[in-house]
């Protein structure tokens, strides 16, 4: 069973553990992640902060608005530089705050420069207070995402290229070089699953990154998406995502216990796990003995 599981580590929040070295302690974290079997590493996304944190949907958010956040292809470039064969992930790039024409761009690049090994997990954002910066309407982020999806995947495919959208218009523009893995840079949508979504990523994506570690709700999306990408793809849809993190008896997560949900998540469909570090790790040194414990994961039958 284990043969077919992907194991992906987090890199967010380990460079508070390197004041130092900072976010350049991303390349040795991600050369033991991938001296220890990891198949890829994620980095995420904010381009500024506001102050109305308040209204992150999904529970409390994990830092102040002052907060740094590094641009997360960029990151993604370096650490590409310095290893060898490891994913590199977004998890997940707020798509919509990138000019379409600028994204294929950058991914092409990246891809050329890691030798076809970048993944992009994409989403729509939830901060207005981001896109007002970025000069992008909040009400139209969803129509903007799909069509940056649509551009992108045109320019990494042909040349020349025209678009006539709502959103975009262009003609005749050669976009190149061409990312090594052409059109077929991994798309996995960080997004709710719907039937609706479900269609649209399966016309052009891979697979899915589900918000909650809840079973039922990675279960009934899998097979929501599984559904669409019948007829349309040879394989089922990728679904990459957390284990629900178990706490011990003071109240702090255990990672034996987390490790020990691993099969359940697995069999509902959960084939990708994505593990943060930071959630189990009280310094710098606890940091390789954790991606050793998670990697042994792969040893199990």
Not at 40 to 63: C, E, I, Q, R
């Amino acid at each position: 069973m284990a043969n077919n599981l992907q194991l992906i580590c987090g890199l967010f929040g380990l460079e508070n553990f390197f004041p130092n070295e900072g976010i350049r302690s991303y390349i040795k974290i991600a050369q033991e992640a991938e001296a220890l079997g990891f198949d890829a590493v994620s980095v995420t996304d904010h381009v500024v902060m506001g102050k109305n944190l308040h209204k992150y949907p999904f529970g409390d958010f994990p830092l102040p608005s002052e907060a740094p956040w590094y641009e997360p292809l960029s990151v993604l470039n370096m650490i590409g530089s310095h290893t060898s064969s490891i994913k590199l992930a977004t998890a997940i790039l707020i798509t919509p705050l990138r000019n379409p024409a600028l994204l294929a761009k950058t991914v092409a690049t990246i891809d050329v420069i890691s030798n076809g090994r970048l993944e992009l997990g994409v989403g729509l954002g939830w901060q207005r207070e981001e896109f007002e910066a970025a000069g992008v309407k909040f009400e139209d982020r969803e129509e903007i995402f799909w069509e940056t999806l649509e551009i992108i995947k045109k320019f990494w495919s042909e040349s020349p290229v025209s678009h006539h959208g709502k959103h975009f218009q262009f003609e005749d523009i050669w976009c190149n070089p061409k990312p090594i893995q052409g059109k077929n840079i991994p798309l996995l949508f960080g997004m709710k699953m719907t039937p609706e979504n479900a269609h649209k990523i399966a016309a052009i994506g891979d697979g899915w990154i589900p918000i909650k570690t809840s079973r039922e709700f990675i279960r009934d999306g899998f097979s929501t998406l599984a559904t669409a990408f019948e007829g349309l793809k040879n394989t089922p849809p990728r679904i990459r995502g957390q284990l629900p993190t178990i706490t011990n008896d003071q109240g702090y997560p255990d990672l034996d216990k987390t490790l020990a949900e691993f099969e359940k998540s697995f069999e509902a469909g959960l084939k990708e796990i994505e593990f943060f570090p930071i959630n189990f790790i009280q310094s710098a040194d606890d940091i390789k003995p954790t991606l050793e414990k998670i990697a042994q994961l792969k040893d199990q039958l």
